[in-house]
């Protein structure tokens, strides 16, 4: 399995998450994206920048 890189692209909003029809910002809200992962049947979890997972609260 493989996971979800560089997500943070689609936190800052680059130019690359635009509708170029409509020329709207297009995002997911945190809770939306861990909804996502997790009807998948994946947990959701971050690291940091030596891969270690951060702890947080989920709920």
Do not use: M
């Amino acid at each position: 399995w493989y996971g979800a890189d560089d997500i943070d692209g689609t936190i800052v909003e680059y130019e690359i998450t635009r509708d170029p029809v409509t020329d709207t910002k297009q995002f997911l809200t945190h809770d939306q994206l861990l909804h996502l992962i997790r009807e998948a049947g994946r947990e959701p979890f971050e690291r940091d920048a030596r891969y270690e997972r951060v702890k947080w609260n989920s709920t």
